[in-house]
């Protein structure tokens, strides 16, 4: 389930100005929550999570929450908490906060990363952008050698679908594995997922395969078959594209920032008390 916090200054900053009747998601007492209020509020907490990806029971709950923060502030007004010294004090606060989180979107809505910078950075970091080697294995488990070498016995007069067909069969009787009602399935997993030796015995294995001696785990002892292999491949550009062009801008944001910072020291007037204490002791 979505972990909800308080909307952050930066996600208000960022909000929509223009509403039409379509984002309106619900009013209260004639105030109106948009959708705009549900990304921004979803956003704070989840980053790169958007409202309307979320299911009806996940976006219900933000609604509710949001509902409650706007009748909350009602409260909180009726009850003068505006009114207070410390609201005011904060208020100040919170204002230049608010100010630089607005500067900052601004730099970061103006970094531009084009297409072909996104290309040319994917080919000169082609290593980085590898889907690592797979294989979908099933296997069966049991609890001592001689019980696996009868197993393998059943299977090693059989070849081809017979031979899967038996395998599956076999596994969901036999095997004590929480994969044994799917037939042993294991799914799809690279090198280093799972323990050294099943592993070892697995990439060792021909696609259609099952091993010839048990394979002794912690868990008991394996009789494995290889379902398919699948090499190391690039990832098709399409697919990392976006997320290229992200790290990018955020790679220059990171820079312009920096240098921004630089320069206004530099020309600032800035008088470091704590350094002066410290030099006065010595």
């Given at each position: 389930m979505l972990k909800l916090a308080k909307t952050s200054l930066l996600a208000i900053a960022v909000m929509a100005t223009s509403v039409v009747a379509s984002d309106i998601l619900v009013t209260v007492n004639g105030k109106n929550i948009t959708k705009q209020d549900a990304e921004a509020f979803v956003n704070a907490s989840a980053p790169n999570t958007h409202f309307s990806q979320?299911?009806?029971?996940?976006?219900?709950?933000?609604?509710?929450?949001?509902?409650?923060?706007?009748?909350?502030?009602?409260?909180?007004?009726?009850?003068?908490?505006?009114k207070k010294p410390e609201f005011t004090r904060n208020m100040e606060k919170i204002k230049d906060e608010l100010l630089v989180n607005m500067w900052m979107k601004m730099q970061m809505d103006n970094a531009i990363v084009s297409d072909s910078e996104a290309k040319e950075f994917y080919e000169k970091n082609s290593k980085k952008f590898m889907q690592k080697a797979s294989v979908h294995a099933r296997h069966?488990?049991?609890?001592?050698?001689?019980?696996?070498?009868?197993?393998?016995?059943?299977?090693k007069s059989l070849k081809g679908e017979a031979l899967k067909a038996k395998f599956i069969e076999l596994?969901?009787?036999?095997?004590?594995g929480p994969s044994a009602s799917k037939g042993g399935d294991l799914g799809n997993f690279s090198k280093g997922q799972?323990?050294?030796?099943?592993s070892t015995a697995?990439?060792?294995?021909?696609?259609?395969k099952v091993t010839k001696k048990p394979?002794?785990?912690?868990?008991g002892y394996h009789v494995i078959y290889l379902e398919d292999k699948a090499e190391a491949k690039p990832i098709p550009y399409a697919q990392v594209k976006e997320k290229i062009i992200a790290s990018l801008k955020q790679k220059q944001?990171?820079?312009?920032i920096t240098e921004v910072a630089k320069e206004l020291k530099s020309k600032a007037k800035i008088v470091d008390f704590s350094k002066e204490a410290n030099a006065t002791k010595k």
């Amino acid at each position: 389930m979505l972990k909800l916090a308080k909307t952050s200054l930066l996600a208000i900053a960022v909000m929509a100005t223009s509403v039409v009747a379509s984002d309106i998601l619900v009013t209260v007492n004639g105030k109106n929550i948009t959708k705009q209020d549900a990304e921004a509020f979803v956003n704070a907490s989840a980053p790169n999570t958007h409202f309307s990806q979320l299911n009806k029971t996940q976006q219900n709950m933000i609604k509710e929450r949001l509902i409650e923060k706007a009748l909350f502030t009602e409260l909180a007004k009726k009850e003068g908490v505006d009114k207070k010294p410390e609201f005011t004090r904060n208020m100040e606060k919170i204002k230049d906060e608010l100010l630089v989180n607005m500067w900052m979107k601004m730099q970061m809505d103006n970094a531009i990363v084009s297409d072909s910078e996104a290309k040319e950075f994917y080919e000169k970091n082609s290593k980085k952008f590898m889907q690592k080697a797979s294989v979908h294995a099933r296997h069966i488990l049991v609890k001592t050698e001689k019980e696996a070498e009868a197993i393998i016995d059943k299977l090693k007069s059989l070849k081809g679908e017979a031979l899967k067909a038996k395998f599956i069969e076999l596994a969901k009787v036999e095997s004590t594995g929480p994969s044994a009602s799917k037939g042993g399935d294991l799914g799809n997993f690279s090198k280093g997922q799972m323990v050294p030796e099943f592993s070892t015995a697995v990439w060792a294995l021909q696609v259609g395969k099952v091993t010839k001696k048990p394979v002794k785990t912690q868990f008991g002892y394996h009789v494995i078959y290889l379902e398919d292999k699948a090499e190391a491949k690039p990832i098709p550009y399409a697919q990392v594209k976006e997320k290229i062009i992200a790290s990018l801008k955020q790679k220059q944001f990171g820079k312009k920032i920096t240098e921004v910072a630089k320069e206004l020291k530099s020309k600032a007037k800035i008088v470091d008390f704590s350094k002066e204490a410290n030099a006065t002791k010595k």
